[in-house]
């Protein structure tokens, strides 16, 4: 039974950083991809950022630039570190681990930016 837990959300204020961390029950080498996602209320959930087990990452337009998506294989997890973080960044954020055709999901954690 895969699980992801997600940590490091918080509250902070416009233009300060945050780093989040997922931690997976079992190594992440064992998916093909590693997401996090984010849904502000009212809003449809947004995908973020991607990272291959080579290391490849992607990101939306919207956090280019700003976020950064790693990963250490021997803690089993993932990190997005957000830079600059803009009010328009508040919402739960989600990490989701896909292996073959199915994704997991963790419970989210709040990040909320202040102006």
């Known amino acids: 039974q895969v699980q992801l837990v997600e940590s490091g959300g918080g509250l902070v204020q416009a233009g300060e950083s945050l780093r989040l961390s997922c931690e997976a029950s079992?190594?992440?080498?064992?998916?093909?991809?590693m997401m996090w996602y984010r849904q502000a209320p009212g809003n449809q959930r947004e995908w973020v950022a991607s990272?291959?087990?080579?290391?490849?990452?992607n990101y939306a337009n919207s956090v280019k630039g700003r976020f950064a998506i790693s990963r250490d294989n021997a803690k089993n997890t993932v990190y997005l570190r957000m830079n600059s973080l803009k009010p328009e960044d508040t919402a739960v954020y989600y990490c989701s681990a896909k292996r073959l055709t199915l994704n997991y999901w963790g419970p989210g954690t709040q990040v909320t930016v202040s102006s």
């Open positions: 990272i291959t087990p080579g290391g490849n990452t």
């Open positions: 079992e190594s992440i080498n064992s998916f093909t991809l």
